[in-house]
């Protein structure tokens, strides 16, 4: 029962969210990288609420929504599905730089964001 107030609360929350201006890739990118750098073991309801409506808003770009959803599905480290995202993201010639080394950074999260992680996250 939890469980399905959880995502009923998420649902509801990722509408309101998906009304503000997280349009934009560069504002995603930030919103995910802060929630990355800050983050212990899994996203907040209310983490989860803004990754979900980065990843269901078509103008944040693809990769970006793949990389709200892995992180969105984070339980200590990425799920297999979220690593092999990850790693298309990375693999893909015309991603762009800012676009892959946040992917990298999910890619290699376990638990928490790395000394290393955490400044490249400070860039965005």
């Not at 995910?32 to 209310?46: E, T, V, Y």
């Not at 984070?74 to 979220?82: D, M």
Request: aromatic share 4%; net charge negative; glycine share 4%.
């Amino acid at each position: 029962m939890k469980s399905l107030t959880t995502k009923l609360l998420v649902v509801a929350v990722a509408s309101v969210f998906s009304q503000f201006a997280l349009a934009d890739a560069a504002s995603a990118q930030k919103t995910i990288a802060g929630i990355l750098a800050g983050m212990n073991h899994f996203p907040s309801d209310a983490q989860k609420a803004e990754l979900m409506a980065i990843s269901s808003d078509e103008s944040s770009g693809r990769g970006n929504q793949l990389i709200a959803s892995a992180v969105h599905d984070i339980q200590h480290a990425p799920t297999a599905e979220g690593k092999a995202a990850m790693q298309q993201i990375i693999d893909y010639p015309q991603a762009p730089a800012e676009t892959k080394a946040l992917a990298k950074v999910v890619l290699e999260f376990n638990h928490m964001a790395s000394a290393d992680a955490k400044a490249v996250l400070a860039g965005f």
